[in-house]
């Protein structure tokens, strides 16, 4: 049995087959760990999405799925507070007859996975660098109990667009909506902080050089004291395809690779740290994969 954490897919379910048939994935034995946006942008988002429910459901315990921002953007779009754009192309999933199905899985689906067998702990965008992993953990929980309730999760998702709060301080979790917000930006947002923690959002299209000209880094070279870095654990994580899965940091692992852009699709194996990828056959016009995935 092999354990496999796959960067973000897109909707690029072609690639999705052809990684999981050159790892020689086999269902039911080996375990799966997808690190959010499942779709979004991409040319099949109804044949992923199928595929990774099915897979789901026939075996719970082997697949792991984590939600990302544009996981988050289809829940608010179906539920009414945020308008479908055509580049994401989620028109499919809207008039399918089996969009409920679709949410369901959604609205269980957590922002951390953290197995503690493995010591791996993989989510979209990365762990919010004042925070361990038990945290981390009890943070996504307060997220799944929003998410799970239809009049929190409405609420929610009709707020869940804004910058703010860029921080994180225990007096937050009193705030049900700025503390759901900034959860949701943490896991799934999060690119570069500044060195008082606070998320930016402004620097998305730059290089990390010119964003150092403006005191500001990536999340994960905010090392010790700074509590997520947990030596025993793997954090892998998605979001960002500009590092093209290099981030250059003991047991933090960075697998998006802009398969969306036209790049590669990349995943790790957990028990011996390879990472095999296939080449992207999606061709979409795109400025700059330095903008959000």
Same mark, same amino acid.
């Given at each position: 049995m ?11 379910y ?28 991409g ?13 789901k ?28 754009r ?6 499919? $999933?809207?008039?399918? /007859? !089996?969009?409920?199905? +679709?949410?369901? &899985?959604? =609205?269980?689906? @957590?922002?951390i %996975? ?10 979209h ?28 999760r ?21 705030s ?31 290089? $990390?050089?010119?964003? /150092? !000209?403006?005191?500001? +880094?990536?999340? &994960?070279? =905010?090392?010790? @004291?700074?509590m %997520?870095?947990?030596s ?39 028990e ?12 979409i016009?795109?400025?700059s ?5």
């Amino acid at each position: 049995m092999s354990a496999y954490v796959f960067g973000d897919l897109h909707g690029c379910y072609d690639e999705f087959s052809k990684l999981l048939h050159k790892i020689d994935f086999t269902a039911g034995k080996d375990e799966l760990y997808l690190t959010g946006d499942l779709i979004g942008r991409g040319p099949h988002p109804e044949k992923t999405l199928d595929t990774i429910i099915n897979l789901k459901q026939k075996f719970p315990d082997k697949i792991h799925c984590v939600l990302g921002n544009h996981d988050l953007n289809f829940l608010a779009i179906t539920a009414g507070f945020h308008a479908a754009r055509k580049k994401d192309n989620l028109e499919g $999933l809207l008039a399918s /007859e !089996k969009l409920d199905r +679709y949410l369901q &899985f959604y =609205y269980s689906t @957590p922002l951390i %996975y953290i197995d503690h067998s493995k010591k791996l702990a993989v989510s979209h965008a990365g762990v919010y660098p004042m925070w361990d992993l038990e945290e981390a953990q009890k943070h996504s929980d307060a997220f799944s109990a929003v998410l799970a309730d239809p009049l929190t999760r409405k609420l929610f998702l009709s707020n869940m667009y804004a910058d703010h709060p860029v921080s994180y301080t225990k007096e937050l979790e009193y705030s049900d909506l700025n503390y759901w917000r900034f959860i949701v930006n943490a896991f799934t947002r999060m690119r570069l902080c500044d060195k008082k923690l606070n998320l930016d959002y402004g620097h998305s299209d730059c290089s $990390l050089k010119e964003a /150092e !000209k403006d005191h500001l +880094y990536p999340w &994960f070279k =905010y090392g010790k @004291p700074y509590m %997520y870095r947990n030596s025993a654990y793997t954090l892998a994580f998605g979001h960002w395809a500009a590092l093209n899965a290099e981030c250059n940091e003991k047991n933090i692992i960075a697998l998006d690779t802009g398969c969306v852009w036209g790049n590669k699709l990349t995943c790790l194996c957990v028990e011996n740290g390879k990472k095999t990828t296939v080449k992207s056959g999606v061709k979409i016009e795109f400025s700059s994969m330095k903008k959000s995935s």
